[in-house]
């Protein structure tokens, strides 16, 4: 076992420095450069590419960037001056973590739920619910879920803050434009798995043996069913956890996803490169705890890694 | 034994799950105590408090205010600091300088100060406003704003590029209490600039203490205006308090400001709706719903389209371009685009900026083109230019439109395309691409007709003449005309306020009669604000907001 996770531990950081190198090229490759405004004179440029170090070979650069990141130093933000990314990481990760776990929490807990009962009800009323309601979590983009969660219960209804984080009550909506997707991904995969699962020979003969109907399914189908969900568990978390842009900007949440997909606007080399490793390393990891839960459930794998 | 593999593992997940969801729980205590403190709606009369509350749609950059590169860090900027001159929407007032002599050639200006201290009771002294300029000048500042003096203030050009050292620079603290400031020519507007946060004071020892990480939190830098920062959560809220140091505090009647962080405009409206904002800017997208009770400003923006006359494109026949400038139909043009939220606009100047005594366009009332178009006159010259091009078939001429890729500037592109094939019979093609690449084609001159615009940075029409200028840096369309050099440079040399604005217009119609440019859009905004909200203001200069004195209705 520990040699299975040293070497997905090695294949995880080879990853990771294969992602900076790609992304430090491409993010030089896009048109323009962080400091085009509108006000840009030539003389003004070049201060603030020496200052910023771009005046160096480029290869030089890349060099001290890993350096710099091998010391855990993501650099300064260009847009937001005197701001580490490090610092802006630390200041905005916590809300789209906390906004992540209450979506996945919601998404799985409910996507299992609703699975196991579509599938125990194949062909039934609640069946059909479920399958509505998947096919509504996978086809409704996030920004209308959360446009819609946000005008009938927060503008209309005023059930809930229409925005901000600031408690219990403003996180409800957002979790649930988050993780409606989660919660229909899981669901489908959780009643595909289990109708698969109801057809092995050891759930017939567990019937035959005269065991009740709960315990087969609490004890032998849905443990074995489960493996799949745990499958995209990993890609889910990450992306999850990291923040969305979207529902960030409706809610007005100080996480993530925003200064992300802004920096790419922005041309902010530094927050482009410091939120991808940062989310690089996140998908990695998620993946890797994965890679070993799954090994621990079902030894074949294990051996096949050997 | 595989059982208790399997059982084990299974109690690893439940257990993973529980614990990512552990992991949670410390972060959202914060908030949540957070609730609990927080004024919420109506709660600013409750505690008995004065709370002023906007929403931006991105955390202000940066608090340094050598390094403030956008209107809303300058908005902030322009209420946490105090320069030596206040300009309250145009209206000059004294700020931490008491009085001031300017030499009789208008070149040498000499402040007096007050005594008037820094937020941590530190004196402000000459040397602040000595540092603060010449930390602005310095290349080593590296600052985006730099270009506001380089040609104002005497060696600022020479210092920014290296030539000379900072010390070099036209300001000199001449004792504690007098600064001196030397211009490279006399400006009248000069003293308007001087509540813009590149010009105010600054602590050398807190620069040195923080380095790069000065003003990066609200405790690591010091303030001297009206307000103080509070707290400053980035990208969520900056929250301003009443500046007890200020040497005009009395005159301050808000206790906090509150600015929070509002990425979506329709949140924002939301937001205002359930009470928790003061004042709210409405997207076009709905603002049929709020007509009767909006309010409008500009906000100095002013949109047109840049022409390539490099020789590149057909467009350096002048009859062309005027020939497009007539066949648009500007009003029809605002009507579909924006629904009437902007001002068409067939001049080059804002209207709004200073004159001699009053707003310049009204005392100098012009309309280049016709709002409605002027198809007759269009197809004139587009005939005229058919013959110096040697064209037959007005299809033959072929233009490039570039613009930005967002949706508004995509429709904006259509409806000028339209315009110009219907009118005029030429192809126009339209080309998108992300705003900072438009940039950088502008600015490396790719491109043939661009939609672009230009913000004010003081109120003199100076502000948008000097971009044409043979050797400007911001003429990326070529435009060369002596006519309208020799205007600018009288604008800058003349001394006699009416002469001078004699010449800056006439500077404006040489550019439009020469077809330059092609005016599309003022852009303004209609904003909703509470009731109980008195005093606040708009401007269209260096901020866009004034709300230093505010005072909220009880």
């Given at each position: ?134 096919i509504i979590g996978t086809s409704v983009p996030d920004f209308i879920m959360g446009a819609l969660l946000q005008y009938f219960f927060g503008i209309k209804w005023g059930l809930f803050p229409v925005a901000q984080y600031l408690g219990f009550k403003h996180t409800i ?134 | ?162 030539e000379l050292p900072v010390e070099e620079l036209g300001v000199k603290a001449i004792d504690e209490k007098t600064l001196q400031i030397e211009l490279q020519n006399p400006t009248g507007y000069f003293i308007s600039m001087l509540s813009m946060p590149q010009f105010c ?354």
């Amino acid at each position: 076992m520990g040699k299975y996770i040293i070497k997905r531990l090695g294949i995880s950081l080879a990853t990771i420095l294969v992602l900076v190198t790609v992304v430090f090229i491409l993010v030089r490759l896009m048109p323009g450069d962080p400091f085009t405004s509108d006000k840009m004179t030539p003389e003004i440029k070049a201060n603030l590419e020496k200052y910023y170090g771009f005046d160096k070979p480029l290869i030089e650069q890349y060099f001290t960037y890993l350096k710099n990141l091998l010391k855990g130093d993501l650099g300064y933000s260009m847009k937001y001056k005197n701001q580490t990314v490090n610092k802006i990481i630390e200041d905005s990760f916590p809300f789209s973590f906390d906004l992540g776990i209450r979506s996945l929490v919601f998404g799985i807990s409910f996507g299992l739920v609703f699975g196991i009962t579509a599938a125990l009800n194949r062909g039934k009323k609640l069946d059909f619910i479920s399958i509505v309601i998947a096919i509504i979590g996978t086809s409704v983009p996030d920004f209308i879920m959360g446009a819609l969660l946000q005008y009938f219960f927060g503008i209309k209804w005023g059930l809930f803050p229409v925005a901000q984080y600031l408690g219990f009550k403003h996180t409800i909506l957002p979790a649930i434009a988050v993780g409606f997707y989660t919660l229909a991904q899981v669901s489908r995969l959780m009643r595909a798995s289990m109708l698969e699962v109801v057809q092995q020979d050891y759930i017939k003969t567990a019937k035959s043996k005269g065991i009740s109907s709960f315990r087969v399914t609490y004890k032998h189908q849905i443990r074995n069913a489960i493996m799949p969900v745990v499958t995209v568990l990993g890609p889910t978390v990450a992306a999850v956890l990291t923040g969305t842009f979207v529902i960030e900007s409706i809610f007005a949440i100080p996480g993530m996803g925003k200064f992300y997909v802004q920096s790419v606007q922005n041309l902010d080399y530094s927050i482009v490169l410091g939120m991808t490793v940062f989310y690089g390393a996140f998908l990695v990891i998620a993946n890797m705890i994965v890679d070993i839960l799954y090994g621990l459930i079902d030894p074949r794998i294990r051996i096949a890694g050997k | 034994m595989k059982n208790i593999k399997k059982l084990v593992s299974l109690i690893l997940v439940v257990a993973m799950c529980f614990s990512l969801a552990a992991c949670s729980t410390p972060k959202p205590a914060e908030p949540e105590e957070k609730e609990t403190n927080e004024p919420k709606e109506n709660e600013a009369t409750e505690t008995g408090k004065k709370i002023f509350r906007y929403s931006l749609t991105a955390d202000v950059p940066t608090l340094d205010p050598q390094l403030m590169n956008s209107i809303p860090s300058s908005t902030v900027g322009y209420h946490i600091f105090d320069g030596l001159m206040r300009n309250h929407v145009g209206e000059i007032q004294y700020g931490v300088a008491e009085k001031y002599d300017v030499s009789e050639d208008g070149l040498v200006y000499t402040f007096h100060l007050r005594d008037a201290k820094w937020s941590d009771g530190e004196p402000i002294t000459a040397g602040d406003f000595e540092y603060g300029l010449q930390r602005l000048a310095d290349p080593a500042t590296a600052s985006d704003y730099a270009f506001i003096i380089t040609s104002l203030i005497k060696n600022a050009d020479k210092v920014n590029n290296g030539e000379l050292p900072v010390e070099e620079l036209g300001v000199k603290a001449i004792d504690e209490k007098t600064l001196q400031i030397e211009l490279q020519n006399p400006t009248g507007y000069f003293i308007s600039m001087l509540s813009m946060p590149q010009f105010c004071p600054t602590r050398k020892d807190l620069v040195e203490k923080y380095g790069q990480e000065y003003s990066a939190d609200a405790d690591k830098m010091a303030y001297n205006g009206p307000f103080i920062v509070k707290e400053w959560k980035h990208e969520d809220r900056l929250i301003l308090e009443k500046n007890p140091n200020y040497w005009n505090k009395d005159a301050i009647n808000l206790d906090e400001v509150h600015i929070l962080t509002v990425a979506d405009p329709m949140t924002a409206v939301a937001m205002y709706e359930q009470g928790e904002l003061d004042q709210v800017n409405v997207p076009a997208e709905v603002l049929e719903n709020y007509t009767d009770k909006v309010s409008y400003y500009f906000d100095g923006a002013n949109d047109f389209m840049k022409l390539n006359m490099d020789g590149s494109s057909e467009l350096k026949s002048k009859d062309l371009r005027l020939a497009v400038n007539y066949a648009l139909n500007r009003e029809d043009f605002i009507l579909l685009a924006t629904k009437n939220l902007y001002q068409p606009n067939t001049r080059y100047i804002l209207p709004q900026v200073k004159g001699v005594d009053k707003d310049y366009g009204e005392e100098y009332p012009y309309e280049a083109f016709p709002v409605k178009g002027d198809e007759a006159k269009a197809k004139e010259h587009l005939q005229a230019a058919m013959t110096e091009l040697g064209v037959s078939d007005p299809k033959e001429i072929e233009l490039e439109l570039l613009t930005t890729d967002a949706e508004r500037t995509r429709t904006e592109a259509e409806i000028l395309q339209n315009q110009i094939q219907t009118v005029l019979g030429i192809t126009v093609t339209i080309r998108q691409v992300p705003y900072k690449q438009r940039l950088q084609m502008e600015s490396d001159r790719e491109f043939e007709m661009v939609v672009t615009g230009w913000v004010p940075d003081y109120s003199d029409p100076m502000t948008y003449l000097e971009l044409w200028t043979t050797n400007s840096p911001y003429n990326h369309g070529s435009y060369k005309s002596e006519a309208y050099d020799g205007y600018v440079k009288e604008g800058i040399t003349n001394t006699d306020p009416k002469q001078r604005m004699d010449a800056l217009f006439n500077a404006e119609k040489t550019l439009l009669e020469d077809g330059a440019i092609i005016p599309l859009q003022l852009r303004r905004n209609a904003m909703l604000l509470n009731p109980k909200v008195k005093g606040f203001e708009t401007y269209f200069v260096g901020l866009n907001y004034d709300y230093m004195y505010v005072d909220i209705e009880q």
